[in-house]
């Protein structure tokens, strides 16, 4: 009794008051149990048998129940037993109470679900050691179990915003609706979110632009850094600007935007396919490769920049690299991801096992021999990166008919009178992209020649041949020469940077009346001219890769009218003209992949 008598000095409470259910028959155990826990610290009620405990667990809810083995009505075990089935999914110790002192009886207690066991008469620092234990585990048990709804709550947000940043990203990245079929491509992401991303577009004059960007890191942050570079991209190939100002507004946006650790390797490719001219900016990425239908490595366009976000202003370039096909080709580009899925290093013997790989297989089949090699090298594992690549069938001959960036209206809409009138120094003609921004104005003006294809293709014409031919007098011949369409575009780059004192003029002003929108479009240069009635009376040659640009011009209008020494023409140009000059305009028939459609990972 003297370890009993120790317990009715008053002591501390627990950290959390628990509160204990005494079940046992005999009214005085239940007395002694309950003053020595109630001077621990704990709550406590008490019943006479296992039903009445079973009945108290679902009112009185307790944290702990001491639990006599014998007792009428219901002893321990079967009132244990059924406690047990009804407060599924969560801990409630029990700690049974026997007069029975041998290890027999205490291992049946411990099969029928008790988590302690007590041998009366019940001494007070048995049982207080007994309480803290069980109340410290109950404790930790109460702790993760707050913990686990912490982190389910956590989970249920962290899966509702990575549903949502899904959502947007796919939408920000979803490429617009092109009917060609000349490309496909592939992306596999490491993670939920890839920092891959593969975006296409084509210009107003039917040129398509390609880019493959790599985000740094993996993840959310890499897809953000990846598709901070899509918008400007469809916003100013819609425009029709070319890849070389693209990549730089790219670069100042994303020095703009993201932190200064973050960057962004890119690989961009035009192809115009009616001139036969690939351009090539890769920046950071490893090497883009022109294959032959043979085998036949054409040339490797290797990362001549650095990634986009790296280089300030005045560091950037954003000059392309020039490639005129001649031959049935494709172009094949791959971010670092896909040769380190493939084992091999991304520059270097890693560009020699691609094209190797590419010059053994089949023209049609190189595309899916690329997706085998990265899965035969996982092996059905997870990717390390996320991998992405793209291919560009090119035949000579077959080009893409200029369509409509957007929905367009032929319905007449009547934009009031309004004319503008430009006139750009050698200067700005070095540094402006005319077309384009000629293009945008009247775009702006009137919308219903927003996107319009052919108009762009006739200010095209204009203003190239003002400036290649009126001002700084280049041979179109030079392009029937070996090598002569990247001679040409090099003259001209050259010619251009030592022009001086030179400039080119246009005027572009709304026709009012008539059932269809027209605009009077005047385009004069300070060049010397040119022999236009003997120009315009000679019929183009489609064998040639030049002269059919006036012929275009004079069939996309309705009137044509050079004017003076042939340094200035006017024409007339009406929204509901016919359209290009589709007699080659051809689908590819080597790829049936559309440009929309990504193939599955």
């Known amino acids: 009794m003297a370890d009993v008598a120790e317990g009715f000095c008053t002591e501390a409470a627990p950290p959390r008051m628990h509160t204990v259910l005494v079940v046992d028959d005999h009214v005085q155990t239940r007395v002694v149990v309950t003053r020595l826990l109630e001077r621990m610290g704990y709550a406590v009620e008490t019943a006479e048998n296992g039903l009445r405990a079973v009945e108290a667990v679902a009112s009185v809810r307790p944290d702990i129940i001491i639990m006599d083995l014998e007792m009428p009505v219901m002893g321990g075990f079967e009132a244990t037993e059924r406690i047990r ?23 049946n207690a411990l099969n029928s679900g008790a988590d302690d066991y007590l041998v009366k008469p019940v001494g007070y620092t048995v049982l207080r050691a007994k309480m803290r234990a069980v109340s410290r585990m109950l404790n930790l048990q109460r702790e993760l179990e707050s913990r686990n709804v912490g982190l389910a709550a956590y989970r249920d947000a962290e899966e509702e915003r990575n549903r949502m940043a899904e959502h947007v990203i796919c939408r920000l990245a979803k490429n617009p609706p092109l009917d060609e079929t000349v490309l496909r491509h592939w992306t596999a992401p490491a993670s939920v979110f890839s920092g891959d991303v593969i975006a296409a577009a084509r210009t107003p004059g039917g040129v398509v ?22 918008q400007p991209f469809h916003r100013m190939t819609e425009k029709g600007y070319p890849i070389s100002t693209i990549v730089g507004e790219m670069n100042k946006k994303i020095r703009e935007f993201l932190p200064v650790e973050r960057f962004v390797a890119a690989t961009l490719v035009s192809v115009d396919f009616k001139q036969q001219l690939i351009e090539i900016w890769n920046g950071g990425n490893p090497p883009l490769v022109i294959i032959a239908e043979d085998g036949t490595v054409l040339h490797t366009g290797r990362s001549l920049h650095l990634p986009l976000g790296v280089g300030t202003d005045q560091l950037f370039s954003g000059e392309p690299e020039l490639y005129h096909y001649t031959q049935a080709c494709q172009i094949v580009a791959c971010s670092d991801g896909f040769f380190e899925c493939a084992g091999w290093p991304p520059g270097g013997s890693g560009a020699r096992e691609l094209t190797a790989l590419l010059a053994a297989a089949a023209p049609d089949a190189r ?59 050698a200067e700005q003609l070095k540094s402006v992209d005319v077309v384009p921004l000629l293009h945008d104005l009247v775009s702006r003006l009137q919308g219903s020649f927003a996107g319009n294809p052919k108009l762009f293709l006739v200010l095209a014409e204009l203003v190239s041949n003002a400036i290649d031919h009126g001002l700084l007098k280049l041979d179109s011949s030079v392009k029937v020469q070996p090598d002569g369409f990247q001679r040409y575009l090099q003259l001209r780059q050259e010619m251009l940077a030592l022009l001086m004192g030179a400039n080119v003029e246009v005027r572009i002003a709304a026709v009012e009346g008539g059932p269809t929108p027209k605009l009077r479009i005047q385009v004069k240069d300070t060049g010397v001219g040119f022999d236009y009635g003997r120009l ?27 004017r003076g020494i042939g340094n200035e023409v006017e024409v007339l140009f009406a929204l509901a003209g016919p359209p290009p ?9 080597g790829c049936s992949t559309p440009l929309t459609r990504e193939d599955p990972a």
């Open 581 to 589: 000059d589709d007699s080659h305009c051809k689908l590819n028939p």
């Open 85 to 107: 089935a009804n407060t599924a999914g969560g801990w409630l110790p029990i700690v049974f109470l026997s007069a029975t002192p041998d290890s027999a009886a205490l291992i």
């Open 367 to 425: 595309f899916d021999t690329l997706k085998s090699q990265c899965a035969h090298s996982q092996g059905g594992a997870t990717w390390s990166d996320d991998v992405s690549m793209f291919m560009i069938w090119c035949v000579p001959g077959e080009h893409i008919a200029p369509q409509p960036a957007g929905p367009l209206s032929e319905a007449h809409v009547d934009a009031g009178e309004w004319h503008f009138h430009l006139r750009l120094s």
């Open 209 to 230: 632009h390609v880019m493959l960007a790599d985000g740094a890191g993996h993840g959310l942050a890499a897809a953000l850094c990846a598709l901070t570079v899509t």
């Open 536 to 562: 315009l009376e000679r019929p183009a040659d489609s064998s040639l890769p030049f002269g059919r640009g006036i012929p275009l011009v004079k069939r996309l209008c309705e009137n044509v009218e050079y």
